[in-house]
């Protein structure tokens, strides 16, 4: 199965300033079928991006999917108060689909 | 608004099955462009994928949970079910019914808000 490693484990940054999450493969996969969710404290995941790159219904435009092959970056372009909360990556181009182990942004 | 809810027994001892229903609500289960899938979370970790089923009942699993699992579906209540079986203290988590796409778009985008279910004697 592919593993996803999650980088930085946590991040500490002030609301206004920019977050980049790292999502590394284990090996490539079919197409750029990675999504990201984001979880905070006794919530579901909640589904930010698909296919890499495409934004949830609903999902603000300061957050942004980017990457290909076996990198991909999540992009929070200006942290608000709600956005402080516990991001996975999942694959879906190879089964198991598989996610990795979380990156927390905390506030500094 | 789709929703979907888990339920089932919070508590189950070592070795015997566990098992869970989702209920969907505000759309039907039986389209083709989903499958219907079950993702736990052991407390403070990360997400497993542990299997997923369409309407049809064709389904698929995670290999490293050994064929401990099975999934089925009752359109006519909408819902899917999960059963667990030989279950250890391993398998305590908050376990999650949610909506996944087919074909090139597995991702889960609609979730239930999640049970937890203790394995212990």
Redesign the interface.
């Known amino acids: 199965?592919i593993v996803l490693t999650q980088s930085p484990g946590t991040l500490s940054l002030s609301p206004g300033e920019r977050a980049t999450l790292s999502c590394r493969a284990s090996q490539s996969f079919?197409?750029s079928?990675l999504?990201w969710?984001q979880q905070k404290p006794g919530?579901?995941?909640?589904?930010l991006i698909?296919g890499a790159s495409s934004r949830?219904t609903g999902i603000p435009d300061r957050f942004s999917g980017s990457g290909s092959g076996t990198d991909f970056t999540l992009t929070i372009s200006r942290l608000e108060p709600e956005d402080f909360a516990v991001y996975?990556c999942?694959q879906?181009g190879s089964?198991?689909?598989?996610?990795?182990?979380?990156t927390k942004v905390e506030i500094k | 608004q789709l929703q979907l809810q888990e339920s089932g027994p919070g508590l189950v001892k070592p070795s015997e099955t566990l098992s869970l229903t989702c209920t969907v609500s505000g759309g039907s289960i039986s389209s083709s462009s989903y499958y219907w899938g079950w993702i736990r979370q052991p407390p403070g970790k990360?997400?497993?994928?542990i299997g997923s089923i369409n309407y049809s009942g064709n389904t698929?699993?995670?290999?490293?949970l050994k064929s401990r699992v099975t999934i089925s579906v009752d359109t006519s209540k909408n819902q899917f079910s999960l059963k667990l079986s030989s279950v250890t203290a391993a398998d305590t988590a908050v376990y999650?019914c949610?909506r996944q796409g087919q074909w090139?778009?597995?991702?889960?985008?609609y979730?239930?808000?999640?049970t937890l279910v203790t394995v212990s004697s």
């Open positions: 199965e079919s197409s079928y999504a969710y919530q579901a995941p909640r589904l698909y949830a996975y999942q879906y089964s198991p689909p598989t996610f990795g182990q979380g | 990360g997400l497993e994928w698929y699993d995670n290999p490293s999650y949610a090139h778009s597995k991702y889960f985008d979730w239930g808000q999640g």
